[in-house]
C-alpha cells in the first residue's frame, strides 16, 4: 500500500487548508487511516483517525472543533481540512494506514505511512 500526500503549504493564523492522502496498491487490506504530524524536536502526535468502512472519525485534544477528517472510498483518498489554524499546528503532516478497523493514535500501529506534507502556520 502508497500512500501520498498533498495540500500542505504556507497559511497565516487563522486560516485554512485542506490535506489529501491517495491510497494505492492492495487498499482492500486497509481498514482504518489517519493523520499524524510532526513539529521540529517534538514526538509524531495523533491529529485524527477515520475508519474505512463504516466512517468513524476520532480527533486529537488539540484540533477537536477545528480539524475534520473525511474519505471516500471510490476515490481511495482520505482528507483532512483545517480550519482556525494556529502556529503551533505548524508541522510535518502524515497519512497512515492499518488493517485493523479500530483507529489507533499509536504511531508503532500503524503499517503504512506517506513521505508527509509541511505545513506552516504564520503568526
Known amino acids: 500500500v502508497q500512500l501520498v500526500e498533498s495540500g500542505g503549504g504556507l497559511v497565516q493564523a487563522g486560516g485554512y487548508l485542506s490535506l489529501s492522502c491517495a491510497l494505492s496498491g492492495r487498499t482492500s487490506s486497509i481498514y482504518s487511516v489517519a493523520w499524524f504530524r510532526q513539529a521540529p524536536g517534538k514526538e509524531r502526535e495523533f491529529v485524527a483517525g477515520?475508519?474505512?468502512?463504516?466512517?468513524?472519525?476520532y480527533y486529537g485534544d488539540s484540533v477537536k472543533g477545528r480539524f475534520t477528517i473525511s474519505r471516500d472510498n471510490a476515490k481511495n483518498a482520505v482528507y483532512l481540512q483545517m480550519n482556525s489554524l494556529k502556529p503551533e499546528d505548524t508541522a510535518v503532516y502524515y497519512c497512515?494506514?492499518?488493517?485493523?478497523?479500530?483507529?489507533?493514535?499509536?504511531?508503532?500501529?500503524?503499517?503504512?505511512w506517506g513521505q508527509g506534507t509541511q505545513v506552516t502556520v504564520s503568526s
Open positions: 497512515a494506514a492499518r488493517s485493523v478497523v479500530i483507529v489507533s493514535e499509536w504511531v508503532d500501529e500503524y503499517d503504512y
Open positions: 477515520i475508519s474505512w468502512s463504516g466512517g468513524r472519525t
